[in-house]
């Protein structure tokens, strides 16, 4: 009886020194999945949201008078003046004038020349 308990704990010390043999690769293993959701969030997530980001940022940066524009809430105007963080637009016929934050500008539809002299 103790001769099979002595060898079921020898049994148990050796394959718990393989598994503790193995188990560096097992962590890796288990990584390599986790690493490659991370990229994958990476290229469909966050950098194509940087990229809009950076668009919306120069087409803020580079508004000018005259230029139509379309706020967040669906308003129409033409811009009059350009301060550091607000804008003066004109809307419809009536030459009603609202100022509203540049970060309220949600599309330019004025078509700019892009080329340097």
Do not use: C
Request: charged share 25%; hydrophobic share 45%.
């Amino acid at each position: 009886m103790t001769e099979l308990l002595t060898l079921l704990s020898a049994g148990q010390t050796a394959t718990g020194t393989q598994a503790n043999a193995a188990n560096p690769v097992n962590m890796l293993v288990m990584l390599i999945p986790l690493v490659l959701m991370i990229v994958i969030f990476y290229f469909l997530i966050i950098r194509p949201e940087k990229k809009r980001s950076k668009k919306m940022k120069e087409m803020l940066d580079n508004l000018e008078v005259a230029d139509e524009v379309v706020t967040a809430g669906g308003i129409i105007g033409r811009v009059l003046s350009v301060k550091e963080d607000t804008v003066l637009i004109e809307t419809g016929s009536d030459r009603t004038k609202i100022r509203i934050l540049k970060s309220s500008i949600a599309e330019n539809r004025t078509v700019h020349d892009t080329q340097e002299s």
